[in-house]
């Protein structure tokens, strides 16, 4: 398979990056390095031979078009996004740029292109918007009522993807993502509340948690969301899949595995929460188990380890406890 990855040099993107290496496909990255970064993609760049090319390109330039147009992947995997709700708020102009002019600019280049397929990276925490509590785990059937313009430009984002596929017959998948963490998430941001946690725990520092702590979110693996989206290639077409594990885990719970696998017995502050900040979420993994034979199989305390690990390595240290 040939394959165009946008965002590719990020967390999610560059493991999808490894994956599709190891199963022999011919892969090109646009990525503008913003949140990325090339370190993610060392290993690929390195043994790939002449299977990978990156191009240091904003998914908003219409030169996304020229290089879909040359490099005709067969399948297109849209990663590339503006994923900060805060920034969308403060700025849902530059949201809208990234998010609706970026994927056009990419809709646009695989039609040029003869694409088959685009996958597409949606977001299950923002789509639904915050139904009753008693609508959990959500469904897809759930209507899409984003509350922030990030969730609402990706919502547009999934409308042209419906609309390219009834005008253009370019099939597509959107993936709508529960809280993905993972290693190479970065621990340095606002968002990536796992690896946060954890470069801090590690550090022996005490850890802010926003809120009362009891608000829940649905933890899942990147290694089990990357593997969604290699099903998807192939499986799902049309169609809207929650890509979660279907069960709640409070912020609480997730400081205390974390805290228990360091060692450490420092409790966390708590700071106020944000305006808007969603109580409760989780996601009916349901229709992905039926249309793209997926289910996420890591347990928290799995996932937990395996970024702790990560981190530790990137500081020389020891792996962490098991």
Not at 29 to 57: C, F, I, M, P, Q
Not at 118 to 135: H, I, K, M, N
Not at 214 to 225: E, I, K, L, Y
Request: glycine residues 10%; proline residues 5%.
């Amino acid at each position: 398979m040939r394959a165009l990855v946008t965002g590719g040099a990020g967390f999610i993107g560059s493991t999808l990056v490894d994956r599709l290496l190891a199963e022999g496909a011919t892969v090109d990255v646009v990525d503008d390095l913003s949140s990325g970064s090339l370190v993610n993609l060392a290993e690929a760049r390195a043994g790939s031979g002449r299977r990978l090319t990156v191009h240091h390109l904003d998914v908003r330039s219409p030169e996304v078009v020229d290089v879909l147009t040359l490099r005709r992947p067969e399948v297109v995997f849209h990663l590339a996004a503006q994923a900060d709700d805060g920034i969308s708020v403060a700025d849902p102009v530059f949201d809208a740029e990234v998010n609706v002019l970026g994927t056009l600019r990419v809709l646009e280049g695989a039609r040029a292109a003869g694409c088959r397929r685009v996958v597409f990276a949606a977001s299950g925490e923002t789509l639904y918007g915050e139904p009753d509590p008693s609508d959990l785990p959500w469904r897809e059937s759930l209507p899409a009522r984003p509350l922030t313009p990030f969730g609402v430009s990706k919502k547009a984002a999934i409308d042209y993807l419906v609309a390219y596929r009834q005008l253009h017959t370019l099939e597509f998948v959107a993936l709508a993502l529960a809280n993905v963490y993972g290693p190479r998430q970065d621990p340095h941001g606002e968002t990536g509340m796992v690896a946060v946690f954890g470069r801090r725990l590690l550090a022996g520092e005490q850890v802010t948690i926003v809120g009362d702590g009891n608000q829940t979110r649905d933890f899942v693996f990147v290694d089990d969301v990357v593997d969604a989206f290699v099903r998807a290639a192939t499986k799902g077409g049309g169609l809207v899949c929650n890509i979660g594990t279907g069960r709640e885990t409070s912020v609480n719970a997730l400081y205390a595995e974390m805290a228990r696998q360091v060692g450490s017995d420092l409790q966390p502050r708590y700071a106020p929460s944000r305006p808007g900040e969603l109580r409760r979420c989780s996601l009916d993994p349901s229709r992905a188990a039926m249309q793209l034979g997926w289910k996420a199989w890591t347990t928290v305390a799995e996932g937990v380890r395996s970024v702790l690990e990560h981190l530790r390595g990137e500081q020389g240290g020891s792996t962490a406890p098991r």
